[in-house]
Nanobody
Framework: QVQLAESGGDLVQPGGSLRLSCAASGSIFSIYAMGWYRQAPGKQRELVAKIPNADITNYADSVRGRFTISRDNAKNTVYLQMNSLKPEDTAVYYC???????????????WGQGTQVTVSS
């Protein structure tokens, strides 16, 4: 069993910054890609940023240049630094990790429960 715990969501004014964290715990053999997704009311969940390994990052066009994803493999943790926040960034943010729980078991996508980010004046 693997648990992902997110933190850092909050209410912030436009132009402000937030840093989200997501730590994995439980039966972990190895972690491959890590990422952040978000879902706004009435919309589908969308990819925000992904970090397959420490050398590669991918961003949605809407956040490129404002958000930075990073990972700490020793802590099984992924971060999302969000700067210059806009009202349209308001959503529930979910972390995702591809986790292998044992050498003979294939990696599976694991999800956190989500953390609310609200950008409003």
């Amino acid at each position: 069993q693997v648990q992902l715990a997110e933190s850092g969501g909050d209410l912030v004014q436009p132009g402000g910054s937030l840093r989200l964290s997501c730590a994995a715990s439980g039966s972990i053999f190895s972690i491959y890609a890590m990422g952040w997704y978000r879902q706004a009311p009435g919309k589908q969940r969308e990819l925000v940023a992904k970090i397959p390994n420490a050398d590669i990052t991918n961003y949605a066009d809407s956040v490129r240049g404002r958000f930075t994803i990073s990972r700490d493999n020793a802590k099984n943790t992924v971060y999302l630094q969000m700067n210059s926040l806009k009202p349209e960034d308001t959503a529930v943010y979910y972390c995702m990790m591809q986790v292998r729980t044992a050498p003979q078991v294939g990696p599976q996508d694991c999800w956190g429960q989500g953390t609310q980010v609200t950008v409003s004046s």
